[in-house]
């Protein structure tokens, strides 16, 4: 299909709905000017100019639009064609402006409070008091691989590595669609390789851990049965 001759909001709705690489590139290539510029300019707001940095937001606005099936892209609903580029443009400056704040708030050691980066702009957030539990199970899942990667990545591309693992296992990109984002900087080949390095040697410290954990509560076992 030639994404090329589809309508802005006809794009978004076509990437949401069918994950297509062509489609996602697409998109990246209509609005990537769009989000780099806006992240770059909020950024200077808060007084940061660090090219790593600004790449790194610009990857995370990617996340936050690939995220939970795609639902920030899914909520968007307008009668002008156009008025996609501003919500893009509001989401992302949201992104940047809460990544900074929860900085300044880190550095001074106290807490900020401000809202979750994925509420739909547009305010139709609906809260969950009572998680699934699928969602709590899946949530400490994610809590575990991300403990693992952080382990198995190091060097000057340690961030990037982490962002590449992500934007495949959690929003669904492909090689060649990440690939395709300016900020990451390899090729597909170089993209699929460092999925397989990254998965392999998460997939070996989970299992040392479930080894470690069996083996604690086999431990506690004996030393029950010991007691008696």
Known sequence: MDYSSLSPQALVLACADTGDELAWQEFIRRFHRLIAAVVLRTAHRWGEMSPQIVDELIQET???????????????HSTQDDAIYGYVKVVTANLVHDHFKASRAEKRGGSVVTAPIDVDPQARCVWNPEPSTADVERKVLIQQVAACL????????????RRVFWLYYRTGLSASAIAALPATGLATKGVESTLLRLTRLVRQRLAGHERADAASKSAKGIRAAESL
């Open 62 to 76: 990617y996340l936050k639009f690939c995220a939970d099936k795609c639902r920030l892209l899914r909520s968007f």
């Open 150 to 161: 952080d382990k198995v990545t190091s060097g000057p591309n340690a961030e990037r590595d």
